[in-house]
C-alpha cells in the first residue's frame, strides 16, 4: 500500500523558512516523478512544484509554480526514500495545506497525481 | 498557461440522476486531461485520465470525454458519496500544472 507522509509543517512568521519532508513507502520510490500540491484553506488545487524520478525519460528536472519559484526547492533522497521542500520568504498567502503526491506511472514525466499524502498546514503569520 | 473553466461552479442533483461537469481549456490540451475527486475533509482521488480512462478501482458510473478543448465528466446514476467537488487538471502545456477551480456536486 502506497503511504505518504508528510511533515514539517507549522506556524511560521512571514519572510521565514520551513522545509516539508515526506516520507514514501510501498512502492519504488526512486521510479516515480513526486509532486507537491497545496490548497489554501477552503480554496482549490495550486500545483507547487514537481521533481523527476529516475528514467523520467526526460532526463533530470525539477519545476516549479511562477508564485514558487526562487523561494522554494524540491528535492528527493532516494536511498531514505523522502521528498522535501525547502520554502524560504514564506508569504501570507503561503497558507496552505501542503500534499505530497505521487504520480500515476513509473519511469514518466507524465503528470497525473496518483497518490496523496494527507498533507500538512503551513499557516504563515505574524 | 493554460486556464482551465469549470462550469457549472455549483450542481444540485439527487441520487439516481446523471451529473454532466464541463471542463474547457484556454487552449488545446489533446487528451492530456484528467478529473478528480475531492469528498469533505479528504485528499483529492483520481478519477479519470487522458480525458477517457478510469483510473484503478472508480466505478464504470464514471465516464469523462473529450478533446482540445472541451471536456466532460459525467457521472450517472449518482450516490450519495458522489457528492463532491470535482477538479479537471491538464499536464499538455507545463510548467505550471494547472488545475481548474472545480464544481461542487450538491444534493
Known amino acids: 500500500e502506497v503511504q505518504l507522509v508528510e511533515s514539517g509543517g507549522g506556524l511560521v512568521q512571514p519572510g521565514g523558512s520551513l522545509r516539508l519532508s515526506c516520507a514514501a513507502s510501498g512502492f519504488s520510490f526512486s521510479s516515480y516523478a513526486m509532486t507537491w500540491v497545496r490548497q489554501a484553506p477552503g480554496k482549490g488545487l495550486e500545483w507547487v512544484s514537481g521533481?523527476?524520478?529516475?528514467?523520467?525519460?526526460?532526463?533530470?528536472?525539477?519545476h516549479y509554480a511562477d508564485s514558487a519559484k526562487g523561494r522554494f526547492t524540491i528535492s528527493r533522497d532516494d536511498s531514505k526514500n523522502t521528498l522535501y521542500l525547502e520554502m524560504n520568504s514564506l508569504r501570507a498567502e503561503d497558507t496552505a495545506v501542503y500534499h505530497c503526491?505521487?504520480?500515476?506511472?513509473?519511469?514518466?514525466?507524465?503528470?497525473?497525481?496518483?497518490?496523496w499524502g494527507q498533507g500538512i498546514l503551513v499557516t504563515v503569520s505574524s | 498557461e493554460i486556464v482551465l473553466t469549470q462550469s457549472p461552479a455549483t450542481l444540485s442533483l439527487s441520487p439516481g440522476e446523471t451529473a454532466t461537469l464541463s471542463c474547457r481549456a484556454s487552449?488545446?490540451?489533446?487528451?492530456?486531461l484528467a478529473w478528480y475527486q475531492q469528498r469533505p475533509g479528504q485528499v483529492p482521488r483520481l478519477l479519470i485520465y487522458?480525458?477517457?480512462n478510469r483510473a484503478t478501482g472508480i466505478p464504470a458510473r464514471f465516464s469523462g470525454s473529450g478533446s482540445g478543448t472541451d471536456f466532460t465528466l459525467t457521472i450517472s446514476s449518482l450516490e450519495p458519496e458522489d457528492f463532491a467537488v470535482y477538479y479537471c487538471?491538464?499536464?499538455?502545456?507545463?510548467?505550471?500544472?494547472?488545475f481548474g477551480h472545480g464544481t461542487r456536486l450538491d444534493i
Open positions: 487522458d480525458a477517457s
Open positions: 521533481i523527476s524520478g529516475r528514467d523520467s525519460g526526460y532526463g533530470t528536472w525539477t
Open positions: 487552449q488545446s490540451v489533446l487528451n492530456l
Open positions: 487538471q491538464q499536464r499538455n502545456i507545463w510548467p505550471p500544472i494547472t
Open positions: 503526491v505521487k504520480v500515476l506511472k513509473p519511469a514518466s514525466s507524465d503528470i497525473v497525481f496518483d497518490s
